[in-house]
T-cell receptor, first 112, second 112 residues
Framework: ETGVTQTPRHLVMGMTNKKSLKCEQH?????MYWYKQSAKKPLELMFV???????ENNSVPSRFSPECPNSSHLFLHLHTLQPEDSALYLC???????????FGPGTRLTVL | TQLLEQSPQFLSIQEGENLTVYCNSS?????LQWYRQEPGEGPVLLVT?????EVKKLKRLTFQFGDARKDSSLHITAAQPGDTGLYLC????????????FGKGTRLHILP
């Protein structure tokens, strides 16, 4: 148990659906991240939030829309996704004192 | 573009054997991290190395950072089934704006 939770753990959606992924941390960290993990590819950093402000957007398509309403919660809103967006989406929070990232268990997303 | 190459991609060995996995790049990193990821979970940080030539030990795991801070190795002595998992290395660039990058990982399977 790392203190970072993600829901849902599994999600199957059609290309026309709208869904949201949720991440929650109660570790007192001020930075949160979204990563995409695809088979046979390195972990890809998607978004970084620091003190609830987006500080990095790694050229992610607009069909992925992040939201950080407070320092404990991070969302990833999904709409009109493509089958190639199927992947494990990982959330992480960062301890600024040790520069350690703590990952959640991920949401396994399948786009049909 | 910074890249981290991990080798081998897959490794299956018998319990009790020793093994080494590698993480190589042509880029210099300010620090390098090793993670282990088990099925259905997010990556968990094992160690961070920051000084060229640094060696860190974690029980049966020995991590080394290359003198030039471009490469790293992970050596496991007397591997056990509990060591099974995906081992990821991640590097932080020298500049403040550099993004953390991950290798594709080495999938290790220890046979009982």
């Amino acid at each position: 148990e790392t203190g970072v939770t993600q829901t849902p753990r599994h999600l199957v959606m059609g290309m026309t659906n709208k869904k949201s992924l949720k991440c929650e941390q109660h570790l007192g960290h001020n930075a949160m991240y979204w990563y995409k993990q695809s088979a046979k590819k390195p972990l890809e950093l998607m978004f970084v939030y620091s003190l609830e402000e987006r500080v990095e957007n790694n050229s992610v398509p607009s069909r992925f829309s992040p939201e950080c309403p407070n320092s404990s919660h991070l969302f990833l809103h999904l709409h009109t996704l493509q089958p190639e967006d199927s992947a494990l989406y990982l959330c992480a929070s960062r301890d600024s004192n040790t520069d350690t990232q703590y990952f959640g268990p991920g949401t396994r997303l399948t786009v049909l | 573009t910074q890249l981290l190459e991990q080798s081998p991609q897959f490794l299956s060995i018998q319990e009790g054997e020793n093994l080494t996995v590698y993480c190589n790049s042509s880029s210099v990193f300010s620090s390098l991290q090793w993670y282990r990821q088990e099925p259905g979970e997010g990556p968990v940080l094992l160690v961070t190395v920051v000084t060229g030539g640094e060696v860190k030990k974690l029980k049966r795991l020995t991590f080394q950072f290359g003198d030039a801070r471009k490469d790293s190795s992970l050596h496991i002595t007397a591997a056990q089934p509990g060591d099974t998992g995906l081992y990821l290395c991640a590097g932080e660039g020298m500049n403040r704006d550099d993004k953390i990058i991950f290798g594709k990982g080495t999938r290790l399977h220890i046979l009982p």
